[in-house]
């Protein structure tokens, strides 16, 4: 890294020497800055299985989805039930970024840990952009609404147990810290009985017996949570390459990257989600 650092150094130098407000061989520094970024990325990728990277010059996809066809639709006698398939298109719209700047002389006292760590800071900030739209999407979608705010392991598992009725398999459940902390403080739910021993409470998630994964997250409102199955929920799709554009303000002493996505997202099957809302 102190190569590449030194080699981004010189070359904001000679830049700003030519007097250029567009720095030459962008492209290459732009790879370099994406290749740090992305090790940036946190967990709340894991949420959503149904993702999908889109190739170049495409700006949808076109997701099967399972349906369930009984008697009630003349396609058999009572108490039968067939599948079909179905299909969602999920467009990529929203365009986001995130604007990481510094000033010449920071760039020429900082090591390339600071540099690199301002990078990842703000592929952190973009996904949770990501995470903060998806989340409305599955909130507002939701299919099941009378469910307690998640205080104690029974709440917890009535969610569960309130997908799993529509023969749909929670694997997800977002919480607010204080929620989180209530079940941290519930005996039935820290017991060995519930939580698996081989996977150790870290960045802000545990996962239970159940096979469900807990996230706290500050993003979801108190008193509120969402259970979903992850592979059935919600859709997302992404643009195939996250854009990482330099940028160059010589007279302002200014320079940076801007790092942006397009993505968007649809809930394909809303009674895969199930949701607290929250108190008036």
Known sequence: MGILF?????????????????????????????????????????????????EAGKTQHVFPVTSTLTATDNYGAANVTFMSMSYVTCTADKSKGINVGWTREYIEMATWDAIAALLKEAGRALEEIIFTTTIAEAYNA????????????????????????????????????????????DEKFISVAVMGSDDPIQSGKIRTTLGVTLFSSTLIAENTAIWLDSKKAIAMVESRERK??????????????????????????ANAVASTKAAE
């Not at 962008?26 to 993702?51: D, H, N």
């Not at 709440?155 to 569960?160: H, I, P």
């Not at 302002?252 to 099957?269: D, M, R």
């Open 142 to 185: 939701a299919g099941t609404t009378d469910l307690d705010a998640p205080d104690n392991y029974a709440a917890f598992l009535a969610g569960v147990a309130a997908l799993a009725a529509l023969n749909y398999e929670c694997d997800v459940v977002i919480v607010h810290p204080t929620q989180y902390f209530a079940l941290l403080g």
């Open 244 to 269: 990482v554009e330099e940028y160059s303000y010589p007279d302002a002493n200014l320079y940076g990257f801007v790092i942006s996505t397009v993505f968007g997202e649809k809930t394909i099957i």
């Open 6 to 54: 030194e080699k981004y150094k010189r070359h904001l130098t000679e830049a700003k020497a030519a007097g250029s407000d567009a720095l030459n061989g962008a492209a290459t520094q732009a790879t370099m800055a994406k290749e740090v970024w992305a090790v940036g990325l946190p967990s709340f990728r894991e949420i959503f299985a149904k993702r999908v990277l889109l």
